[in-house]
C-alpha cells in the first residue's frame, strides 16, 4: 500500500483566485490521479499524471483550468485556476501500484475547497 | 465507456441487520473489481478487491463480495451489521489491466444502533 498526504487539508477561496494542491506520496508510483468529489456525488477523474509524460485530461476538463505537474515519481500538483463557485469540490489524489493488470488505488486524505 | 451503476443510494439499517449492496457495471471483458469505503470524515479506504480466482471474495471487517459475471455484477455482503459499519461505499472497477478506475455512485449507509 502506499500512503499519500496532501497540503492543504482545506481551503476557503475568493473567485477568480488559484489554489495549488500538493500531493505527497511515501514511494515511488509512476501512475498519480487527481479526482474531484462534490458533495452527494461521485468521484470524477480530472486526469491522469504519469512521471515524464503530459497529463491526460478527461473530458469536461483541461489543461488551462486544471494544470497539473509531476516533477518525479513521489510527487504532483494539481492547480485550480480562475476558480468560481463551481468549483467547490474535494480534491483527491490518488495512486496506482501492483503488477500491471492488477492494479490497486489508493486515495490521499482529499482537499476541500469552498469558493466564495 | 464504461460505467459503474449502485442502485442503493442510501440504506439505513439497525445493528446486527445483513447487508447487500448492490453493484453493476457495464464492460465485456476483464475486470479487476473493487469496494471502497469511506467513513465519516476520513479518507477512502480499500475495503475488498477481486482480480481472478474464487469469485467470492472475503475482506476487512467482516465484508464479502461475489462476482457474478453472467450478472455483471459484484455486491458487497456483510451478515451482520454495527454500529461502526456506517459509512459511504462505493464500488468500482478497473478494466482491462488498464490504469482508470470507474467508480460508482456510491452508496452511504447509516447503521442504527
Known amino acids: 500500500s502506499a500512503v499519500i498526504s496532501q497540503k492543504p487539508s482545506r481551503d476557503i477561496c475568493q473567485r477568480g483566485t488559484s489554489l495549488t494542491i500538493q500531493c505527497q506520496v511515501d514511494?515511488?508510483?509512476?501512475?498519480m490521479f487527481w479526482y474531484r468529489q462534490q458533495p452527494g456525488q461521485s468521484l470524477t477523474l480530472i486526469a491522469t499524471a504519469n512521471q515524464g509524460s503530459e497529463a491526460t485530461y478527461e473530458s469536461g476538463f483541461v489543461i488551462d483550468k486544471f494544470p497539473i505537474s509531476r516533477p518525479n515519481l513521489t510527487f504532483s500538483t494539481l492547480t485550480v485556476s480562475n476558480m468560481s463557485p463551481e468549483d467547490s469540490s474535494i480534491y483527491l489524489c490518488?495512486?496506482?501500484?501492483?503488477?500491471?493488470?492488477?492494479?490497486?488505488?489508493?486515495f490521499g486524505p482529499g482537499t476541500r475547497l469552498t469558493v466564495t | 465507456a464504461q460505467s459503474v451503476s449502485q442502485h442503493n443510494h442510501h440504506v439505513i439499517l439497525s445493528e446486527a441487520a445483513s447487508l447487500e449492496l448492490g453493484c453493476n457495471y457495464s464492460y465485456g471483458g476483464t475486470v479487476n473489481l473493487f469496494w471502497y469505503v469511506q467513513y465519516p470524515g476520513q479518507h477512502l479506504q480499500l475495503l475488498l478487491k477481486?482480480?481472478?480466482?474464487?469469485?467470492l471474495v472475503k475482506g476487512i471487517k467482516g465484508f464479502e463480495a461475489e462476482f457474478i459475471k453472467s450478472k455483471f455484477s459484484f455486491n458487497l455482503r456483510k451478515p451482520s451489521v454495527q454500529w461502526s459499519d456506517t459509512a459511504e461505499y462505493f464500488c468500482?472497477?478497473?478494466?482491462?489491466?488498464?490504469?482508470?478506475?470507474?467508480f460508482g455512485s456510491g452508496t452511504k449507509l447509516n447503521v442504527k444502533p
Open positions: 514511494s515511488q508510483v509512476t501512475m
Open positions: 490518488s495512486v496506482a501500484s501492483g503488477l500491471a493488470g492488477f492494479y490497486e488505488q489508493y
Open positions: 468500482a472497477v478497473n478494466a482491462g489491466g488498464f490504469n482508470k478506475f470507474y
Open positions: 477481486y482480480f481472478s480466482g474464487d469469485p
